[in-house]
């Protein structure tokens, strides 16, 4: 089963936490039966005795970790992330009819195939794009190669029209003449762009049913929300790893996907303020404005990235202080239910705790980086701009080592080189991610860490525009160079991850 939980750490940190195992299947074990009162004793029955009632029996029966499977409801996956009105209003602030209706949209089901948990207290609009990038990523990212590529045949067949006329870039291949320059290659971002948005309506092949407390637990029945909530309490963090010891368990915060979102839009900027520059045949003054602009929204991602980074890390460092008797409930009832539980599977409380500060402190060990898929993704705007390029230059009928020296020198080079800066920005910023008590000194960290990443790209991008300049012997190796130290980079995180 996997699980994605999306909350805030220590109630400041917004994160999602994600746990991949096997598809939980559900046993046909339910509370038993409560024995029918009379209607004198309904008289006196309050809300407050239901959870003593329900959870009264599955300790009695030692149930307290089987889910109730009458009440086991799920909503697919894509079902839960339409619209995303599920993650940014609480049932709590809701009219009594519009919580009556989110009972409806789960159905019964027999096992999870993800568990996904979450705070209110976080911002829901985060979670909803966090959770949308996670599971869409790959499919945005095919969308866009797709079209890219089908773009791209059909201006080689000159199916499509190349409408401008651009000379200054391409002076670095040699050609003195103006070339014709279309613009369907750079669209195909608006293809990979709906696709992000218009996923959760797409057809699934395997749709992935999942626990979202919002629908799965009825918000308005306090008998079956009682039941709903006693009839879950296996699937904390702790409790799940002891019934799926093969499983895995990362952390990772919420903003990780919201500044891939932002990173997407600041080369989506670039990618228009370049191919702007071939029309209009200028640089200097519209690239450097450019590049100031795009300053702001990078400044800003640096500066989540190293908060997240912070608070990560200190929820990892309180795991070793975890200390089981501290934890608050707001009912003893409550509290008498979660220790038994734990003691039925741990054996005692302080084997849980001792598990907590050790194991499982050490699985959740901070893992601050990109997926490999999302670098891809922020880097099509670039390898669109260079698939521009390069088809300009086809039906400019310029020699095979032009174009090779581009693809090489290009296509490839800049966007890995970006690739490797921001690698380095991720780095930086678990490096420096201790706040500093003065807001503007640790502004200026932060403003730092940019200049270094920013010197780094422009350093990659201009030895790849030196090469290509220079002739393909260059470019090959300038070219297989980068791809090297990028396959080197993801090798060595995926072992660090694993």
Same mark, same amino acid.
């Given at each position: 089963?996997?699980?994605?939980?999306?909350?805030?750490?220590?109630?400041?940190?917004?994160?999602?936490?994600?746990?991949?195992?096997?598809?939980?299947?559900?046993?046909?074990?339910?509370?038993?039966?409560?024995?029918?009162?009379?209607?004198?004793? *309904?008289?006196?029955?309050?809300?407050?005795?239901?959870?003593?009632?329900?959870?009264?029996?599955?300790?009695?029966?030692? /149930?307290?970790?089987?889910?109730?499977?009458?009440?086991?409801?799920?909503?697919?996956?894509?079902?839960?992330?339409?619209?995303?009105?599920?993650?940014?209003?609480?049932?709590?602030?809701?009219?009594?009819?519009?919580?009556?209706?989110?009972?409806?949209?789960?159905?019964?089901?027999?096992?999870?195939?993800? %568990?996904?948990?979450?705070?209110?207290?976080?911002?829901?609009?985060?979670?909803? =794009?966090?959770?949308?990038?996670?599971?869409?990523?790959? =499919?945005?990212?095919?969308?866009?190669?797709?079209?890219?590529?089908?773009?791209?045949?059909?201006?080689?067949?000159?199916?499509?029209?190349?409408?401008? /006329?651009?000379?200054?870039?391409? !002076?670095?291949?040699?050609?003195?003449?103006?070339?014709?320059?279309?613009?369907?290659?750079?669209?195909?971002?608006?293809?990979?762009?709906?696709?992000?948005?218009?996923?959760?309506? =797409?057809?699934?092949?395997?749709?992935?049913?999942?626990?979202?407390?919002?629908?799965?637990?009825?918000?308005?029945?306090?008998?079956?929300? /009682?039941?709903?909530?006693?009839?879950?309490?296996?699937?904390?963090?702790?409790?799940?790893?002891?019934?799926?010891? @093969?499983?895995?368990?990362?952390?990772?915060?919420?903003?990780?996907?919201?500044? *891939?979102?932002?990173?997407?839009?600041?080369?989506?900027?670039?990618?228009?303020?370049?191919?702007?520059?071939?029309?209009?045949?200028?640089?200097?003054?519209?690239?450097?404005?450019?590049?100031?602009?795009?300053?702001?929204?990078?400044?800003? !991602?640096? /500066? +989540?990235?190293?908060?997240?980074?912070?608070?990560?890390?200190?929820?990892?460092?309180?795991?070793?202080?975890?200390?089981?008797?501290?934890?608050?409930?707001?009912?003893?009832?409550?509290?008498?239910?979660?220790?038994?539980?734990?003691?039925?599977?741990?054996?005692?409380?302080?084997? %849980?705790?001792?598990?907590?500060?050790?194991?499982?402190?050490?699985?959740?060990?901070?893992? %601050?980086?990109?997926?490999?898929?999302?670098?891809?993704?922020?880097?099509?705007?670039?390898?669109?701009?260079?698939?521009?390029?390069?088809?300009?230059?086809?039906?400019?009928?310029?020699?095979?080592?032009?174009?090779?020296?581009?693809?090489?020198? +290009?296509?490839?080079?800049?966007?890995?080189?970006?690739? =490797?800066?921001?690698? %380095?920005?991720?780095?930086?910023?678990?490096?420096?991610?201790?706040?500093?008590?003065?807001?503007?000194?640790?502004?200026?960290?932060?403003?730092?860490?940019?200049?270094?990443?920013?010197?780094?790209?422009?350093?990659?991008?201009?030895? @790849?525009?030196?090469?290509?300049?220079?002739?393909?012997?260059? @470019?090959?190796?300038?070219?297989?160079?980068?791809?090297?130290?990028?396959?080197?980079?993801?090798?060595?995180? !995926?072992?660090?991850?694993?």
């Amino acid at each position: 089963m996997g699980v994605a939980a999306s909350g805030e750490c220590q109630g400041r940190c917004g994160g999602h936490a994600c746990t991949t195992a096997e598809p939980l299947e559900i046993e046909s074990i339910g509370p038993r039966p409560v024995q029918e009162q009379t209607e004198d004793d *309904a008289e006196f029955a309050t809300a407050e005795d239901l959870p003593q009632t329900r959870g009264q029996l599955r300790l009695e029966t030692k /149930q307290q970790l089987d889910l109730d499977a009458e009440l086991a409801r799920g909503i697919p996956l894509h079902h839960a992330l339409r619209t995303g009105r599920l993650w940014r209003l609480s049932p709590i602030d809701m009219a009594l009819q519009e919580r009556d209706r989110l009972w409806h949209l789960s159905s019964p089901v027999k096992k999870y195939d993800l %568990f996904l948990s979450h705070t209110w207290q976080s911002s829901g609009t985060q979670k909803y =794009l966090a959770l949308l990038l996670q599971f869409a990523c790959p =499919l945005v990212f095919g969308a866009w190669a797709v079209a890219a590529a089908l773009a791209f045949g059909l201006g080689v067949m000159d199916m499509l029209p190349s409408p401008f /006329q651009a000379k200054y870039l391409f !002076a670095n291949s040699g050609v003195s003449e103006p070339v014709p320059l279309g613009c369907w290659i750079l669209l195909s971002n608006l293809v990979s762009l709906c696709t992000f948005f218009a996923w959760p309506y =797409l057809p699934q092949p395997t749709s992935k049913r999942c626990f979202l407390d919002a629908v799965s637990i009825n918000q308005v029945d306090q008998q079956l929300m /009682q039941r709903g909530v006693y009839g879950i309490g296996g699937f904390e963090i702790a409790m799940y790893r002891k019934a799926n010891p @093969s499983g895995k368990i990362t952390l990772a915060p919420v903003y990780v996907e919201v500044v *891939a979102l932002c990173l997407w839009l600041t080369m989506v900027l670039l990618m228009f303020v370049q191919w702007s520059t071939w029309i209009l045949g200028v640089t200097t003054n519209l690239a450097i404005g450019a590049l100031l602009f795009s300053g702001v929204p990078v400044c800003w !991602a640096i /500066q +989540r990235l190293r908060r997240s980074a912070y608070i990560e890390r200190q929820l990892w460092l309180g795991l070793a202080e975890f200390d089981l008797q501290t934890a608050g409930c707001r009912m003893e009832f409550d509290k008498r239910f979660v220790h038994e539980s734990i003691a039925q599977w741990y054996g005692s409380t302080g084997a %849980f705790t001792e598990y907590v500060r050790g194991p499982l402190r050490q699985e959740l060990a901070p893992s %601050f980086r990109l997926p490999c898929i999302y670098y891809l993704a922020i880097m099509t705007p670039l390898m669109s701009a260079g698939l521009e390029e390069l088809l300009s230059l086809v039906k400019s009928q310029e020699p095979w080592q032009s174009l090779v020296a581009l693809v090489l020198g +290009r296509t490839i080079s800049m966007p890995v080189s970006l690739v =490797l800066s921001f690698k %380095f920005a991720m780095y930086m910023c678990t490096r420096f991610a201790d706040p500093h008590p003065k807001y503007w000194v640790d502004l200026m960290r932060s403003l730092w860490i940019v200049f270094s990443c920013t010197l780094l790209a422009v350093l990659g991008v201009m030895l @790849s525009l030196r090469t290509r300049r220079i002739g393909i012997g260059a @470019s090959v190796l300038w070219g297989l160079a980068q791809l090297g130290l990028a396959f080197w980079s993801f090798r060595r995180q !995926a072992a660090r991850a694993s």
